[in-house]
């Protein structure tokens, strides 16, 4: 349970190598769990995969 957001979540690490000079945020915006969208707060039962849609925004330093 996430107490800042008061919704359940998931702890994903992702090896993620920036070959630019600029800094990049990384952020999922769809999330799947066993074919199953994930709305808000509310995980459903995860029994053999997820699925996500990254995104990477540039930042201008």
Same mark, same amino acid.
């Given at each position: 349970m996430d107490n800042d957001w008061d919704e359940e &979540? @998931?702890?994903v690490t992702?090896? @993620? &190598?920036? &070959?630019?000079?600029n800094t990049i945020e990384v952020q999922s915006h769809e999330v799947y769990a066993d074919g199953k969208m994930v709305y808000g707060g509310d995980l459903p039962d995860m029994e053999n995969d997820i699925d996500l849609t990254l995104y990477y925004m540039m930042i201008l330093n």
């Open positions: &979540k @998931v702890g992702f090896g @993620v &190598k920036n &070959k630019r000079d």
